[in-house]
C-alpha cells in the first residue's frame, strides 16, 4: 500500500500550534506558580503534569504490544495513532530529572526524604526502599525499560512499513510482545508506588498497581479515540477506519471506566472494611477539607457520565458523542490524579495548607505544559511516520472488519 503522511496536513498543524501554545503558556504558569508559591507547589503541580502524559505515553506502548500479542486484525487501523503518541517516552528520562532535583533539596514533595524522617519508626522500617539512592536507581531503570520497550515495539512496527512482504518486523513482535507487557506491568506499578503513593509513606494499598494502571489506560483510549475521529472527519484514513472501529473505541472507553471503578471501589471498601489506621489514613484525609467534593466528582466524572453515554451500542458509533465521553473520561483523569497528589503534598509540604483543598489554576499549569510537549512529540511523530500501519499483514482484516 502507498504511504500515508500526514505531517503536512492543516491538522497537523493546527497540533503543532496548539502545543506550542500550550507548553509555552504551561512553561509561565510553572513559573509563576514557583515565584508566588514557592517550589513545594511547583513540583506537585509539575508532577501532576509530567505522571498525567508520561504514564499515557507509556501505556500507548503498551496498547500497541497489546494488540501484537493478540494478533489484532482490526487495531491495525488505528494501532498507529496510538504509537505516534509515544514520542514522549524517549525523553521521559529527563522529565524525571526536576523530581530528583526536588527530591535532593531540603523542600523536598516526599515526606520520607526529609531530616524528621529519621525519627519516624515507620518510616524507617521502610528506609531500605524508600531512600534517595534507590529512588534514583528505580528511575533510571523505569526510564530505560520504557525506551527498550518504546525502540522494540514500535520500532518493529515502523520497520515492517518499509518491509513490503517482508513480515519479519511484524513476527518479532507477536513472539515478544509478552515479556514487555510483563515488563510494562511491573514498571508502571513500581513507578506509580515511588512517584504517587510514597508522597505519604505511612500508608499503603496492595492494588494501587492496577488502580494507576487503569487511569492511565482508559486516558490512552481517550486520546487514540479523539485523535481517531479528528482524522477520519478531516478526511484522512476513510479506506482503513470503518463505523465497527468507533464503536469498538467506545465499548473499550466503557469497558476501562468500568474497570477503574471496580478497582476503586474495591480499594476503598476493603480499607474500609477493615478499619486500620495506618490504612484508613489515606481515605480520612480525603473524606474532608474539601477533598471530599473531588471524591464526589470522580464518582460522577470517572464512572456514572462514561457509563451512561456509552452504555447504548448506537451511541458508540456517533462521534461527537464519543468525543464528549472521551474529553469527560480525560478530565476526570486530571482530577484523579489531582485527587491523589494535593492532598498528600498538602499536608506537610505546602506552607499554611494544613490538609485543606490546594486547587486552582496553579494545577493546570504542569498539565497545560506537559499537554504541549505531548502534542509536539507527537506532531514530529506524524511528520516522520504513516499515519496507519500500511504493511501489517492483518491491515486488510481492519479494512475488511464488520460486526
Same mark, same amino acid.
Given at each position: ?188 506499578? &513500581? ?21 494507576? &494502571? ?68 489515606? &481515605? ?89 510537549? &505531548? ?29
Amino acid at each position: 500500500m502507498s504511504n500515508v503522511s500526514l505531517g503536512s496536513t492543516p491538522l497537523i498543524g493546527k497540533m503543532n500550534k496548539i502545543g506550542t501554545v500550550l507548553a509555552a503558556l504551561g512553561a509561565v504558569g510553572l513559573g509563576a506558580v514557583f515565584a508566588l508559591h514557592g517550589q513545594e507547589r511547583f513540583f506537585a503541580d509539575y508532577l501532576l503534569g509530567f505522571w498525567f502524559f508520561a504514564g499515557i505515553s507509556v501505556t500507548m506502548v503498551f496498547f500497541s504490544a497489546l494488540q501484537f500479542l493478540a494478533r489484532a486484525g482490526w487495531s491495525s487501523a488505528i494501532r498507529r495513532i496510538a504509537e505516534n503518541f509515544t514520542g514522549m517516552v524517549p525523553f521521559l528520562a529527563i522529565g524525571i530529572i526536576p523530581i530528583i532535583f526536588n527530591l535532593l533539596s531540603h523542600h523536598s514533595i516526599y515526606e520520607w526524604s526529609h531530616e524528621s524522617a529519621a525519627t519516624d519508626p515507620i518510616i524507617q522500617k521502610k528506609a531500605a526502599y524508600l531512600n534517595t539512592t534507590a529512588f534514583m536507581i528505580r528511575m533510571a531503570v523505569y526510564a530505560i525499560f520504557w525506551i527498550w520497550m518504546h525502540r522494540f515495539v514500535v520500532g518493529n512496527s515502523l520497520k515492517q512499513d518499509a518491509s513490503g512482504s517482508d513480515i519479519t518486523p511484524t513476527r518479532k513482535n507477536w513472539k515478544r510482545a509478552a515479556p514487555w507487557v510483563l515488563v510494562y506491568a511491573l514498571s508502571i506499578t &513500581f513507578a506509580s508506588f515511588d512517584l504517587l503513593m510514597s508522597l505519604e509513606p505511612h500508608w499503603f494499598s496492595t492494588i494501587w498497581g492496577v488502580y494507576t &494502571f487503569a487511569g492511565h489506560f482508559v486516558g490512552a483510549l481517550a486520546i487514540v479515540t479523539i485523535m481517531t475521529v479528528a482524522l477520519y472527519n478531516n478526511g484522512h484514513l476513510r479506506e482503513y477506519i470503518t463505523p465497527e472501529h468507533f464503536h469498538d473505541l467506545g465499548k473499550l472507553m466503557f469497558a476501562f471506566s468500568v474497570f477503574w471503578t471496580y478497582i476503586a471501589f474495591s480499594q476503598y471498601f476493603i480499607i474500609w472494611y477493615a478499619n486500620l489506621p495506618e490504612e484508613t489514613i489515606y &481515605f480520612a484525609t480525603r473524606n474532608m477539607y474539601g477533598w471530599e467534593h473531588f471524591g464526589v466528582a470522580l464518582v460522577i466524572l470517572h464512572f456514572v457520565v462514561p457509563f451512561m453515554v456509552l452504555l447504548r451500542q448506537d451511541v458508540k458509533r456517533k462521534t461527537r458523542i464519543l468525543v464528549v465521553a472521551a474529553a469527560i473520561i480525560l478530565l476526570s483523569h486530571f482530577l484523579d490524579l489531582a485527587y491523589i497528589i494535593m492532598p498528600a503534598v498538602s499536608k506537610h509540604a505546602i506552607p499554611d495548607a494544613h490538609g485543606h483543598v490546594v486547587f486552582g489554576w496553579q494545577e493546570f499549569t504542569g498539565w497545560m505544559f506537559f499537554a504541549g510537549i &505531548f502534542m509536539i512529540m507527537a506532531v514530529r511523530q506524524y511528520a516522520k511516520n504513516n499515519a496507519v500501519a500500511i504493511n501489517d499483514p492483518l491491515i486488510h482484516e481492519a479494512v475488511e472488519y464488520t460486526s
